[in-house]
């Protein structure tokens, strides 16, 4: 079936600018995670769905980030007022139910690029 | 907050040649996850363990957790040019969902 779809595949953008990154979770999936992966690193935790509502947004480094989840499938980042330090690759994953020893499946991600 | 370390952060294997890499948590671990990431992909799931002292094989690939589930190493025997990637390990800690990744072990291979 469908993995986890990620759109777009890259993002340009100027400084100070507001982005959107869209994922599309494996279909029947009740989690979905978000992660930020910059260049040498591992992915870094940024938040949590379950279902509709964020169960965890720790990860998120600031009020510049959003995410939402309105119908419990697609979810979309939101980050405003880019900076530079935002550049990176962006990874949804999706779970079938979130229990810790669920498997996630990654995306493609989306690579963000701040001018 | 929980750290996943691993080593070696470069390995460069000749062709046909073993290797281990090392996960080590600075928490115990419900569970470790091995995902292998090819270059300009993204991270591919290979592998959970759940159990202290587990061991389980994938073809050339052996994976071990270790007994206090704090640590885990991944195994690669005659080591091919499709293996080349950087593998991560990750885990959540005992009381938490989020996967907490390790940086990786970037493996190249000369032919």
């Known amino acids: 079936g469908a993995g986890v779809s990620q759109t777009p595949s890259n993002k340009v953008t100027e400084k100070g600018k507001y982005v959107e990154l869209r994922c599309d979770p494996i279909?029947?999936?009740?989690?979905l995670y978000w992660y930020r992966q910059s260049l040498g690193q591992g992915p870094e935790f940024l938040i949590y769905?379950?279902?509709?509502?964020?169960?965890?947004d720790s990860g998120l480094p600031n009020d510049r980030f959003f995410a939402v989840r309105p119908e419990g499938s697609v979810s979309t980042l939101k980050i405003q007022r880019t900076e530079r330090g935002d550049s990176a690759v962006y990874l949804c994953?999706?779970?079938?139910?979130?229990?810790?020893?669920?498997?996630?499946?990654f995306g493609p991600g989306t690579r963000l690029t701040v001018l | 907050g929980q750290q996943v370390m691993q080593i070696p952060q470069y390995q460069h294997v000749q062709e046909g040649e073993d290797f281990t890499t090392y996960c080590n948590s600075s928490?115990?671990?419900?569970?470790i996850q091995w995902y292998k990431q090819r270059p300009g992909g993204h991270p591919v799931f290979l592998i959970q363990?759940?159990?202290?002292?587990e061991v389980k094989k994938q073809k050339r690939l052996t994976f071990q957790f270790g007994e206090a589930k704090k640590n885990s190493s991944l195994h690669i025997t005659a080591t091919q040019t499709t293996d080349v990637g950087t593998y991560f390990c990750?885990?959540?800690?005992?009381?938490?969902?989020?996967?907490?990744f390790g940086a990786g072990t970037t493996v190249t291979v000369r032919a």
């Open positions: 990750a885990g959540p800690s005992s009381n938490d969902y989020k996967l907490s």
């Open positions: 928490t115990t671990l419900s569970n």
């Open positions: 769905f379950q279902g509709t509502g964020a169960a965890d």
């Open positions: 279909s029947g999936h009740t989690a």
């Open positions: 994953a999706s779970s079938f139910s979130g229990s810790r020893v669920d498997t996630q499946y």
């Open positions: 363990l759940v159990k202290s002292g």
